[in-house]
């Protein structure tokens, strides 16, 4: 055993350097925060709120727009024709603050169209402002928020804002999925200044949960038309922004923003499971696009329930070495302990890491194997986006504005 030490420390060294290196690893920079808040003009800020069966989140989102600090400011609800009561408390609030609150009923879904970005097309339609603002429901803001947004657009000269924002997990399952997911998601998209540089459109990601638009930039690259069939519609937007030769600027805020995604396991696993595949195989190139998700289950299983399961294992398979078992393992439980001390979660969870990489594991395989079916609140969908490709000069391909749609906008 202690002759074979040094040979079962260097076995274990990738799993040694992860923790040791995950200040490199992530870079939780730049921050909204350190964005000048703007003394005037003000643009009138439009922020456009995508609602399906939010009736437990639209009212406590409503109020933390209601405070900003931001002097010109309109809040759009797009009802998407929900069917748990977030329709009668949306009009509520609209009634409640008519000057800034109003509410459009959603239209039927049109072929072809996912419900979210439907939702926002109609609000963008709707909207007055120089600023468009998409969040999601589930979002909370603070007070400073977007006068934050609009300091740093005016002074970066971007086209498109996103954040990374707190994630807020309070479950037992939350809290052993959930940073498993975002952590993947994290060491993808680790350095914001790197994305904020970058002209690769493979190399930017966007946030539905909080995107802000400049109007020329919004519709310079057709909006949330162009990717109305596209399930990861941020990510693709985003994609669509760079392509285009234009600027996004993406940033951490935890302290102005916070979002609790999913309250239970029912919904992480319905969740992650329309996003994993498609958001990881659009996010490099098209020959790795069909063994991706694949390859992020096996390195998983792999580095992350391979050795507790080997040193749990030890008293059965005699052949395992319990150096490297109990070294890998306890380096792994180093970095999940960081890891979750970072998302503001009790380090005790971290114990259970290797249950939240297996599930995480599962959700990439469940994901890569449900075929282009999605079913997300109530609707069915053929998702049908995986066969557009930007066009090799411009990145960009034409909106093909729908008859729904054609002289429909209008402001105000």
């Known amino acids: 055993m202690i002759g074979s030490l040094p040979r079962d420390l260097i076995l274990a060294l990738p799993w040694i350097a992860a923790p040791l290196l995950l200040p490199l690893l992530i870079r939780r920079r730049p921050w909204l925060h350190d964005a000048p808040i703007p003394d005037g003009p003000f643009p009138l800020v439009s922020v456009i709120v995508p609602a399906r069966n939010e009736a437990d ?219 994993l595949a498609r958001g990881s195989r659009q996010s490099v190139d098209p020959w790795l696009r069909p063994l991706l998700p694949w390859m992020i289950a096996l390195f998983l299983i792999g580095y992350w329930v391979a050795p507790p399961l080997a040193l749990a294992s030890r008293a059965f398979l005699p052949a395992v070495s319990l150096g490297w078992a109990a070294s890998a393992t306890a380096a792994s439980l180093a970095f999940w302990i960081c890891m979750y001390r970072t998302f503001s979660i009790p380090v005790t969870y971290a114990l259970l890491y290797p249950a939240g990489a297996a599930v995480t594991a599962v959700l990439f395989i469940r994901s890569a194997i449900r075929g282009p079916r999605i079913h997300w609140k109530g609707r069915t969908y053929e998702d049908g986006a995986s066969a557009e490709e930007p066009d090799a000069a411009t990145g960009l391909k034409g909106s093909g504005r729908s008859d729904a749609d054609a002289g429909n906008r209008s402001k105000g």
């Not at 402002?129 to 969040?135: A, E, N």
């Not at 638009?213 to 057709?222: H, M």
Request: glycine content about 8%.
């Open 57 to 275: 989140n639209i009212a406590g989102l409503i109020a933390t727009l209601l405070s900003s600090r931001y002097p010109s400011l309109e809040v759009v609800i797009v009802d998407d024709r929900s069917t748990d009561g977030t329709t009668e408390i949306a009009h509520q609030l609209a009634a409640n603050h008519p000057d800034r609150v109003r509410v459009l009923d959603g239209r039927p879904l049109p072929p072809g169209w996912l419900g979210k970005c439907w939702a926002c097309w109609q609000g963008y339609q709707a909207a007055s402002g120089d600023i468009l603002v998409f969040t999601d429901a589930d979002t909370r803001h603070h007070p400073r928020l977007l006068s934050h947004t609009v300091g740093a657009l005016q002074t970066t000269g971007a086209d498109l804002l996103t954040l990374f924002p707190r994630q807020l997990m309070f479950t037992v399952w939350e809290r052993i999925i959930q940073p498993h997911v975002f952590t993947a998601i994290t060491l993808r998209y680790r350095d914001g200044n790197r994305i904020n540089r970058t002209r690769n459109p493979r190399d930017v990601i966007a946030n539905g949960q909080f995107i802000a638009f400049t109007r020329a930039g919004y519709e310079a690259i057709g909006g949330h038309e162009a990717v109305r069939a596209e399930v990861v519609e941020d990510l693709r937007l985003a994609q669509r922004t760079v392509a285009a030769g234009r600027r996004m600027f993406i940033a951490w805020g935890d302290d102005l923003i916070a979002t609790r995604m999913y309250r239970s396991f029912r919904q992480i696993v319905e969740g992650w499971s329309k996003n």
